[in-house]
């Protein structure tokens, strides 16, 4: 991912992703797992997880082999979706991952925010809210 280029997920209201370089840019990410798979690793500490968690996570009710290789094609999916934020998606052999360099979420951001005791960061915390979490998924 170019150093300039921040990517923002959101999680309230619609799901979308966006790359926010010179001018915003939405990323169509054309699975509903792929969705799901983007959220889930957005919201883990360190935005990364076991691929086995991942198979079982979301293919839990096919066998493992097959919810190995569905993970795979989802990865391949997603890979195609996100080309233009090259290296926001870490994958490694054992791992699926996000790059938290220049990632924004929202509702990681909310929950910052809402932890702060300053009266000024109710503003920008409403803005985040635009509807309910994971509301598509």
């Excluded at 150093?3 to 309230?12: A, D, G, M, Y």
């Excluded at 991952?97 to 809402?114: K, M, P, T, W, Y």
Aim: with cysteine.
């Amino acid at each position: 991912m170019a150093s300039s280029t921040k990517v923002f997920v959101r999680l309230f209201g619609p799901f979308a992703v966006e790359a926010q370089g010179a001018r915003p840019v939405p990323l169509a990410v054309v699975s509903r797992r792929g969705r799901a798979l983007i959220a889930y690793l957005a919201m883990q500490p360190g935005y990364r997880a076991s691929r086995e968690h991942l198979a079982t996570l979301l293919w839990g009710d096919s066998g493992d082999a097959q919810a190995r290789q569905s993970l795979r094609q989802c990865v391949a999916s997603l890979r195609r979706d996100l080309h233009r934020v090259a290296g926001l998606l870490v994958v490694d052999r054992d791992s699926v991952g996000l790059s938290g360099q220049n990632l924004i979420v929202d509702a990681r951001e909310f929950a910052a925010l809402g932890r702060s005791s300053q009266e000024s960061d109710l503003q920008p915390a409403a803005t985040l809210f635009q509807g309910e979490f994971l509301a598509d998924l």
